[in-house]
C-alpha cells in the first residue's frame, strides 16, 4: 500500500493514535513495517525512481501485513532536499528509508534521520567518502549498491585467477572512468606482482580502432582489459577479429548499457552486476514480478531485497523491543539479490560485482556455462 505524506498522517490520526517520537515508533511491537522512499520522482532520473517504488510495492503486495505504510519523498538531488525529505520522514515516524540515489541528497539526509533513530538505505550511491563520514559521526548509513572500489578489485580478482600467466594488456579511453579503473586495476596487480606487458590508451568514439590493434599485436598480449564504454570495446573487438587476432577481452560495469554499433560479440567478458533472471535467490521476487507484470529491470529487485532486510530487521525489533537499527549489522539477510550481511560501517561483506560473459543479447554469469564460441565470438581461455 503506498501512501502519500499526508495520507499516512491522516491514517495514524484516525486510528487514534499519538504520533511518538520515531526512535520510540520503532520499538513499537505488532505494526507493520513503515518505510520510507526517497528517489528522483520528476526528470531524467524519475525512471530509476519507478523502479525502486515498483520493488517495494511489489514486495508489500505478497508480504501480507508485513509493510503496513509505505511513505515516498522527491530527490531533487542536492542538499537542501534531502535535509527536507529526511525532516519529513522524521515528523511521519518510518522505522526505515530506502532509494537515495544521489551523493548530495544523502548526505543532509544522514545525520536528520540518524538522530531519530532511522536509518537509510542507499541502493545508488558508490562513494566511499560518504561511508567514511558515517563512521566518523556514527549515522545509521547502510549500502545496498556496490563500493565504488568494488569493480576494481572483482577486475584484478579476476586477472589474477582466471588470467594468470597470459600475456596481459591494459587499455583505457582517457576518460576519468576508464583511466582512474584501469590504474587502480595496475595498482592492485602490481600489490601481489602481476605485471602486464602493454599498457596503452586510444581515443574513444572512434569508428576503428587499427592502429591500437595494431600496437596490440605488436605487444604480443593476448588478454586485454578495457577501461572504457561499450562501443570503444565491441569497436576494438571488431578490429581485432578483422584482423585475425585471437584475442580475450575484459570490460567493467560500463560495458552492461544499451546495445549499440557495433554490437558486442558473444564471448566478451565483463565484470558488472549479475541480471535477476540468473540469480536463484531471486527466483520467488522474479515470479512475483512477472504476474504483476512489471519490468525487473533496474532498482527493482534490489529495492525488492532492501524490503525484505528491513522486514526480518522489523520482526527481530519487534520480539526484542529495541529499536530496529540494531538489528541491521552484522546479521545474515537472505535476500533476492542473495546472502546479504553488513558490516560496523555499514557496508556489505560481499562484493556484487561477478564476471559475466555476453551470449545472444545478454551477459550471463561466466559460470553458469563455458564459454560460448561462434562466428561472432571473440577470445577464449
Not at 599498457?199 to 577501461?227: C, M, W, Y
Not at 564471448?267 to 558488472?272: E, I, K, M, N, S
Request: glycine share 8%; hydrophobic share 45%.
Amino acid at each position: 500500500m503506498r501512501l502519500a505524506r499526508s495520507s499516512v498522517v491522516a491514517v495514524i490520526a484516525l486510528a487514534g493514535i499519538q504520533l511518538l517520537a520515531p526512535a520510540a515508533a520503532a520499538q513499537d511491537n505488532g505494526q507493520g513495517l513503515r518505510v520510507g522512499i526517497m528517489v528522483p520522482r520528476e526528470g531524467n532520473f524519475s525512471v530509476l525512481g519507478d523502479q525502486v517504488v515498483s520493488g517495494i510495492e511489489v514486495l508489500a503486495a505478497n508480504s501480507g501485513n508485513g509493510i503496513s505504510e509505505i511513505l515516498e519523498e522527491p530527490d531533487s538531488c542536492d542538499a537542501a532536499g534531502g535535509e527536507d525529505a529526511a525532516s519529513a520522514f522524521v515528523e511521519a515516524g518510518v522505522d526505515a528509508v530506502i532509494g537515495f540515489l544521489c551523493m548530495e541528497s544523502l548526505a543532509t539526509a544522514l545525520p536528520v534521520l540518524s538522530a531519530s533513530g532511522i536509518p537509510a538505505i542507499t541502493l545508488g550511491v558508490r562513494s566511499a567518502i560518504i561511508a567514511e563520514d558515517a563512521s566518523r559521526n556514527n549515522w545509521l548509513f547502510y549500502r545496498l549498491a556496490p563500493r565504488d572500489d568494488d569493480e576494481a578489485k572483482m577486475i584484478a580478482r579476476t586477472i589474477s585467477t582466471d588470467w594468470l600467466g597470459k600475456p596481459l594488456a591494459l587499455i583505457e579511453d582517457g576518460t576519468i572512468y576508464g583511466r582512474e579503473l584501469m590504474e587502480s586495476v595496475r595498482l592492485r596487480l602490481e600489490e601481489i606482482g602481476i605485471s602486464p606487458v602493454f599498457v596503452d590508451n586510444f581515443r574513444p568514439s572512434q569508428d576503428k580502432q587499427f592502429g591500437l590493434v595494431r600496437r596490440l599485436e605488436k605487444s604480443g598480449a593476448t588478454h586485454i582489459f578495457v577501461g572504457g564504454d561499450r562501443q570503444d570495446a565491441a569497436t576494438i573487438a571488431r578490429d581485432s577479429k578483422e584482423a585475425d587476432l585471437d584475442l580475450t577481452f575484459l570490460g567493467g560495469d560500463a560495458l552492461n548499457a544499451a546495445d549499440s554499433e557495433p554490437p558486442l560479440a558473444n564471448g566478451f567478458l565483463a565484470v558488472t552486476l549479475p541480471e535477476p533472471r540468473f540469480l536463484q535467490s531471486a527466483e520467488r521476487a522474479v515470479s512475483q514480478f512477472d504476474n504483476a507484470e512489471i519490468s525487473i529491470s533496474g532498482y527493482s529487485i534490489p529495492a525488492y531485497a532492501s524490503g525484505q532486510i528491513l522486514l526480518a530487521a522489523k520482526r527481530a525489533s519487534s520480539i526484542a523491543s529495541s529499536p530496529l537499527a540494531e538489528h541491521l549489522t552484522g546479521k545474515e539477510f537472505f535476500t533476492a539479490i542473495g546472502k546479504i550481511e553488513f558490516d560496523d560501517f555499514g557496508e556489505r561483506k560481499d562484493n556484487p560485482f561477478e564476471l559475466m560473459v555476453w551470449y545472444n543479447g545478454t551477459f550471463m554469469p561466466a559460470s553458469l556455462s563455458e564459454r560460448p564460441r561462434g562466428e561472432d565470438t571473440v577470445g577464449s581461455n
